[in-house]
């Protein structure tokens, strides 16, 4: 079992917890994910390793609260358990060698990107954050980000925080600004990735992003992650989550992850309607 | 002899759940014999004196032995007998491929049909398990360590082996739940997982650790497990990896692998009205393959609410790689077998969605490798089968994480670690391999013999060094 030692809500939607799994701890790395169940019964669902402290043998998830699997996560609290965890999967980000790098994050995608802008920052490369989110209600992680990088970006879609506009325009404004980049990171919604990878081909710039489909064993046993990059099927759990953006077919992976939108609006309306006679009862 | 011994031709029938009103459960199929038809079976047993079944059993059960057995009614020597060889008799006798193995050498099958071997092995194995008053002793460590990875029928065999002799045994599994195939694949209606339960809780008694969530090669790799303390290592991590068909539309919604449509069905409990597990409710299924995942997919599509089923296979009805009793029930529950027919791809709506499969038709012509005539396309033969939902069962292979995480590790050019002789070295010391992934997709028994064979040889091994 593995215990929640903090929690803490980022945003309406946004929580970080931080779960003790020493043994994940020791291994993780930026890019790499874990497999969560929260109750015996529940389905198993993947999130990103946000950040690790291997001396407190401790794993910090960052979730958005979209269905029932991380409604029920989030009903849980410090000094509770999650009843299955199971990671480090997935292959880690490469990041050796690079010097100057963008980091592009859009919404909670921003928890993913993350660790890998607080790796590149400790091996001493330059990093040029971008941060988007739909309004300032949604933004987290700013503090963390600004810590870390030598250029920050916050845009929102309305203009409520930070600069008005998307993250592509604030990654092209840098771009012509004249910052040459080895590698850009773009982390986020699909479509969000897609147009940043239409944007850094233009100017040649490699584009690594890291892929979310829906997931089972996060093993390579099921096949369910598969993708097709550069027109050969990989599974994201075990040949990514990272790939090369130029390569990937977004408007399959799109089309792939809204397999069983119908399911899970139903399944949510089911999980609110528990939580509100919890509340009420 | 103090019966009379019973000369029908016939095996005794096997009492199983009416047809229609199964193909909407996901209750056990066969139901099991009562007292009187095991003891009326055992009795059509000519006790052999060259066995010949036992010579085609992969761990040599005593068949005659414990066939005698019940035709004496005395079920405690039944199962003393049957539990001296193996480990589960309650899963073999159930999913044993017996028609190849034991029962395809039984003497009565030469006029009339053989004994139900397996049957009876079930029999006495449900009886046993029944009882309340089974007490297994822990057996005295003897303070060595060892572990094992995965949870199949070859990593619990072993495990079971090793703990007998004292070994303190830890297993790790990589899904939350252990049992390997047994759990994620074969279905509840061929197999009741209280059964697998029952096994591992057998095995708990005898002090051996299950840890869930544990894939090795990420959280623990081989060479932490030996760091650990382990003086050796089992490994069993089966051949889960599955293999896809390659043709175009393989990645349109509706297409599964059959391992991730009988994990959803099967570990996730899909098929439970209250599951949170999501899968499609599909009208028209077409299952690729013939082997007993493509059977086990079919029949559950089926039982999940599909209308029609269709296993489309590219040789002919003789070739099918299932067991013979799979392919009955199949038959029996209304899947159709569109034989002699390969899938050349997977049609697609405007959103994504399957609507169809695209398969040219075959011939046979000279045998393979393997002894089975190939098939061959026929010229312009391309037809198109409407579904909504396509589950691609062509077999998997070793999957490659312990293999790249292990240094020293070699494995064949199919991913399959290789090993020395039976009892299962690898070119690593210290480690052990068997079933699948050693193999490749083979059977329980075979996986459970692997698992032991290669307990004997860890426990040498151990005394050997320790000397
Ligand atoms: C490798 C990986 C890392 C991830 N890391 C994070 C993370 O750090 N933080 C985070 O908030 N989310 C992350 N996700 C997404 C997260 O897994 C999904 O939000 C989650 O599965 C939703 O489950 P649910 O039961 O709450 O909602 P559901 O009811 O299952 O789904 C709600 C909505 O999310 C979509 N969805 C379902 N599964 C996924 C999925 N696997 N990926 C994307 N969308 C999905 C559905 O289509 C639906 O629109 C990651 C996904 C992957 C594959
Ligand atoms: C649907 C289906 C139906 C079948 N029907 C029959 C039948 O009727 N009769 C028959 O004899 N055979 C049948 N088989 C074949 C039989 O189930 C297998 O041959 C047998 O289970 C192999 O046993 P195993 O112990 O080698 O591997 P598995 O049963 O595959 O178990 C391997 C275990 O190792 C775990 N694992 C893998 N990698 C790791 C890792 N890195 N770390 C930790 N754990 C890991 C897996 O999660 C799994 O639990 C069927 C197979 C399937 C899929
Ligand atoms: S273990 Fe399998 S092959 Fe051996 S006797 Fe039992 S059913 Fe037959
Ligand atoms: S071959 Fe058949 S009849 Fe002969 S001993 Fe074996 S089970 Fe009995
Ligand atoms: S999640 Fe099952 S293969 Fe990737």
């Given at each position: 079992m593995f215990e929640i030692v903090k929690k803490e809500p980022l945003n309406a939607t946004v929580t970080k917890m931080v779960v003790k799994a020493p043994l994940i701890a020791r291994k993780a790395q930026p890019g790499q994910f874990i497999i969560f169940r929260a109750l015996p019964d529940s389905e198993r669902i993947p999130l990103t390793i946000a950040d690790y402290d291997r001396e407190k043998g401790t794993v910090t998830i960052i979730f958005q609260i979209v269905g029932r699997g991380t409604m029920e996560l989030n009903t849980l609290n410090v000094g509770d358990s999650i009843n299955d965890f199971v990671g480090p999967l997935g292959t880690p980000s490469h990041l050796d060698g690079l010097k100057k790098v963008a980091v592009v994050g859009g919404g909670v995608g921003c928890a993913i990107a993350y660790p890998v802008a607080k790796k590149l920052h400790k091996m001493g490369a330059q990093v040029h954050a971008i941060t988007g989110f739909r309004n300032k209600e949604l933004v987290i992680l700013e503090q963390d980000f600004r810590d870390i990088s030598d250029v920050y970006k916050i845009v929102t879609d309305d203009g409520s925080y930070g600069e008005k506009g998307l993250v592509t325009d604030a990654l092209e404004q840098l771009i012509k600004e004249g910052n040459q980049y080895d590698e850009v990171f773009a982390i986020g919604p699909l479509i969000m990735m897609k147009f940043v990878c239409l944007l850094t081909k233009k100017y040649g710039i490699k584009t690594v992003v890291s892929m979310n489909p829906i997931m089972i064993?996060?093993?390579?046993?099921?096949?369910?992650c598969r993708l097709t990059v550069g027109g050969e099927t990989k599974f994201a759990c075990v040949d990514g989550p990272d790939f090369d953006g130029h390569l990937v077919d977004f408007d399959e992976a799109m089309k792939r992850g809204a397999m069983y939108r119908q399911f899970e609006a139903r399944e949510r309306e089911e999980e609110c309607e528990l939580m509100q006679k919890e509340v009420e009862g | 002899m103090a019966f009379e011994r019973n000369m029908d031709p016939k095996k005794t029938p096997m009492p199983t759940q009416d047809a229609e009103k199964r193909s909407h459960n996901f209750e056990e199929v066969a139901l099991g014999y009562t007292y009187e038809m095991a003891v009326a079976e055992a009795?059509?047993?000519?006790?052999?004196?060259?066995k010949p079944c036992q010579s085609a059993c992969p761990v040599a059960i005593d068949i005659p032995g414990f066939i005698g057995r019940i035709a004496e009614e005395d079920l405690q020597g039944a199962w003393e007998i049957l539990s001296a060889s193996t480990a589960l008799p309650a899963v073999c006798g159930r999913v044993c491929p017996q028609e190849h193995q034991c029962e395809g050498k039984c003497v009565r099958g030469i006029k009339g049909e053989p004994v139900g071997i397996g049957r009876l092995e079930r029999f006495v194995a449900d009886w046993h398990n029944a009882r309340e008053d089974q007490k297994t002793e822990k057996p005295k460590a003897n303070g060595h360590k060892v572990a094992i990875v995965g949870s199949g029928p070859a990593g619990l065999t072993c495990a079971g082996e090793l703990a007998k002799m004292g070994y303190e045994v830890t297993v790790y599994e990589?899904?939350?739940?252990?049992?390997g195939v047994l759990v994620y694949g074969i279905p509840e209606f061929r197999l009741p997982k209280a059964i697998v339960a029952q096994e591992i809780e057998g095995l708990k008694k005898l002090g051996v650790k299950v840890e869930t969530n544990m894939v090795i090669g990420k959280v623990l790799t081989i060479d932490d497990l030996f760091d650990m303390g382990n003086e050796a290592i089992f490994v069993g991590s089966g051949a889960g990896l599955p293999r896809f068909?390659?043709?175009?539309?393989?990645?349109?919604?509706?297409?599964?692998s059959a391992n991730e449509y009988l994990t959803r069905v099967n570990l996730m409990k899909a098929y439970q009205q209250d599951s949170k597990t999501p899968i499609q409710r599909s009208q028209k299924v077409a299952v690729v393959g013939g082997g007993n995942v493509a059977m086990d997919a079919a029949r559950c599509a089926r039982r999940m609410g599909a209308d029609e089923v269709t296993i489309v296979y590219r040789r002919s009805m003789n070739e099918l790689p299932a067991r013979k009793e799979e392919v009955e029930h199949a038959l029996e529950e209304g899947i159709a077998f569109k034989t002699l027919s390969d899938p050349i791809e997977v049609l697609g709506d405007e959103n994504g969605f399957v609507c169809g499969l695209r398969c040219i038709a075959m011939e046979l012509g000279e045998p393979d490798e393997s002894g089975r005539r190939r098939p061959v396309p026929v010229k312009d033969s391309a037809f198109d089968i409407p579904v909504d939902a396509v589950i691609v069962a062509i077999g998997t292979s070793p999957n490659p994480l312990i293999r790249k995480t292990t240094p020293g590790l070699e494995t064949n050019k199919r991913g399959c670690i290789i090993t020395e002789d039976e009892g299962g070295l690898t070119s690593r010391d210290g480690v052990y391999a068997g079933g699948d992934a050693v193999t490749g997709a083979a059977t329980v028994i075979l996986s459970m013999g692997a698992g032991k064979e290669a307990a004997k040889a860890m426990d040498a091994y151990i005394k050997g060094k320790n000397q």
């Open positions: 064993d996060g093993t390579g046993m099921c096949g369910g | 009795r059509r047993c000519l006790h052999c004196k060259n990589a899904l939350h739940q252990a049992g068909m390659n043709i175009p539309g393989e990645n349109l919604k509706g297409v599964y």
